[in-house]
């Protein structure tokens, strides 16, 4: 059976101050369930703080939301994969829409980012999906293909340590979210991508994203080709986090 991630992405939320308070509710409400990791992506300024807090929990983890792909250099403001694996990360978010539209990251640079981090045994939480527009043209899956085609070629064995999240432009932040059917139908397109470059498909995870919550999660959830949810606005509190990790 494929494993379950939730995956919280705090966006521009939470201070170190805040993620302390934060875990420190949320592990006393949520106990352990062994088919599935959750792990927590806060801003790079908290995030040690926060794996301080969640090591010695093997089902829960911590990353950052956005990295470089050159090992160091002067890049200002930005990190580098070396300094994620000196700091204990499992990995990343790579090609975040907020990233790609809002800051101009290209396909390439997120595929730039993926392979830095499956090189270094990381791993990218690696997000596609496409905006209203797009699928009200019917181009869904052409969107989603080019954003995957970046990472062509790398080995099976880096390809299937991916997490693919699905989130639909659209559905971020807006209360909008895919019916079950319909993400479905694009999870099954994402994982035949992995199996025309000779991965199992039921190797990759592909959770999905866009105004996830305590109301629709179980529904999106019952969906076998759902693999988890990432989640910005609904996993700020940790109580409503703690209980929709827990649904199903
Ligand atoms: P949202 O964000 O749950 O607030 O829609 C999801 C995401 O951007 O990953």
Request: charged fraction near 25%; aromatic fraction near 8%; include cysteine.
């Amino acid at each position: 059976m494929r494993r379950r991630l939730f995956a919280a992405n705090w966006k521009m939320h939470h201070g170190p101050g805040a993620a302390r308070s934060f875990l420190g509710t949320f592990l006393e409400q949520y106990a352990r369930r062994t088919d599935r990791d959750v792990w927590f992506f806060p801003p790079a300024i908290s995030f040690t703080t926060v794996l301080d807090l969640v090591r010695g929990r093997p089902d829960l983890g911590a990353g950052v939301q956005n990295v470089h792909w050159e090992p160091k250099g002067a890049f200002t403001g930005e990190i580098s994969v070396p300094m994620l694996v000196e700091a204990g990360a499992n990995g990343a978010i790579v090609g975040h829409s907020e990233r790609r539209h809002g800051f101009g990251e290209t396909d390439e640079e997120s595929g730039n980012k993926a392979r830095a981090l499956l090189a270094a045994g990381l791993v990218p939480v690696f997000c596609v999906g496409e905006k209203l527009e797009e699928r009200e043209a019917g181009e869904t899956w052409a969107v989603v293909r080019r954003q995957l085609n970046v990472l062509d070629g790398l080995p099976t064995r880096q390809l299937a340590q991916l997490v693919v999240a699905y989130e639909p432009v659209w559905a971020i932040g807006t209360g909008r979210n895919a019916t079950p059917a319909d993400a479905a139908e694009v999870h099954r397109s994402i994982r035949g991508w992995f199996e025309k470059q000779g991965v199992n498909p039921d190797d990759v995870t592909v959770p999905y994203g866009g105004s996830v919550n305590l109301r629709n999660g179980a529904d999106l959830l019952a969906e076998p080709e759902i693999d988890g949810v990432l989640v910005g606005g609904a996993s700020l509190d940790p109580t409503g986090w703690a209980q929709l990790i827990s649904l199903r």
